[in-house]
């Protein structure tokens, strides 16, 4: 077991940095497929040494998830990914090494959690309008005890042969312009990094390329993370090409030369891993390219974050 902080989180070791390292990745506590148990001996075998679990707006899969990391002997970072505004574009922040008991994280949870649970009533409301009678019991079932999320509605349509498979169930009732697509409130940006590094926490935004912003709006969105004093970008995000990792970079350098005060943002990398068929994001198929400065030397010494 790696020796511990004040705060009950896991100091790096030059083991935990030995192997594969992978910062996003998905269980059933939100809409993952494994169980934590699961996700973390999937992890060992692919070769993980370090391993962020991040669930969508939870942390409830951490003590599952740190049991088991505990038997494999490999380092897990409390983690969490947390939904938000930037604007009125919905945009991912992940939240790395988390005290998962501050007052801040468990609020800024408390207020998602809310807001899931009236667009889940939301989206079932006007499914069952549209004749699909059982929705929000059918995705709470295979929800479980987590909240439910739009892929849970697109598996109940799959289980109960509405659609043929989920990217069906997204195109005609769930993604954007459909009837599914209900417009969620989310926390600010700016608040959301602020809960992260009140939990001691490193403020990681999310795959950047994913919010199909126009390079200037991109450049728009490092600044302002920047100056909200986020710490990391995802440079590496399940299988991408290089240009793609060249252009992130690329916009790195340019949200570090427009704002020269609050530093260079680090990098961060994941395979924002959900289930095992989709081997475009497998557990641990992550590298950074050379030359950046990676989020994780922010715990190498020890040291307890400087808030
Ligand atoms: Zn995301
Ligand atoms: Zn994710």
Partial sequence: MDPENSLGRPLL???ALSGQIDLHCHSTASDGILSP?????????????????TDHDTVAGIDEAEAEARVQELTLLPGIELTALWGRRVVHIVGLNV??????????????DQLRRERAQQIA?????????????????????????RPHFARWMVEAGHVSDSGKA????????????????????VETVAAIRGAGGAAVL?????????????RALLVDFCA?????????????????????LGLLDQAAASDGESGRLLASL??????????????????LPAGVEPVWNLWQTGADQVQ
Avoid at 125 to 136: D, I, M, P, S, V
């Fill in 13 to 15: 070791t030059e083991q």
């Fill in 37 to 53: 148990t699961a996700l973390v001996s999937r992890a060992k075998s692919a070769g993980v040494t370090l391993l962020a679990l």
């Fill in 99 to 112: 005290d998962r008991r501050a007052a801040a994280l468990v609020q800024a949870i408390g207020r998602r």
């Fill in 125 to 149: 409301e006007r499914l069952e309008k549209r004749g699909f009678a059982g929705a929000l019991a059918g995705a709470q079932m295979l929800a479980g005890e987590g909240v439910i999320g």
């Fill in 170 to 189: 997204f195109k005609r009732y769930l993604g954007a312009g459909k009837i599914g697509d209900v417009t969620v409130p989310w926390p600010d940006m």
């Fill in 206 to 218: 999310a795959h950047p390329l994913k919010y199909g912003l126009t390079r200037t709006k991109l």
């Fill in 228 to 248: 909200a004093a986020g710490d990391a970008v995802e440079v590496v995000c399940g299988q991408q090409n290089p240009v793609q990792t060249r252009e992130i």
């Fill in 270 to 287: 994941g395979s924002d891993f959900h289930q095992p068929d989709q081997p475009w994001r497998a557990l641990g198929c992550v590298r």
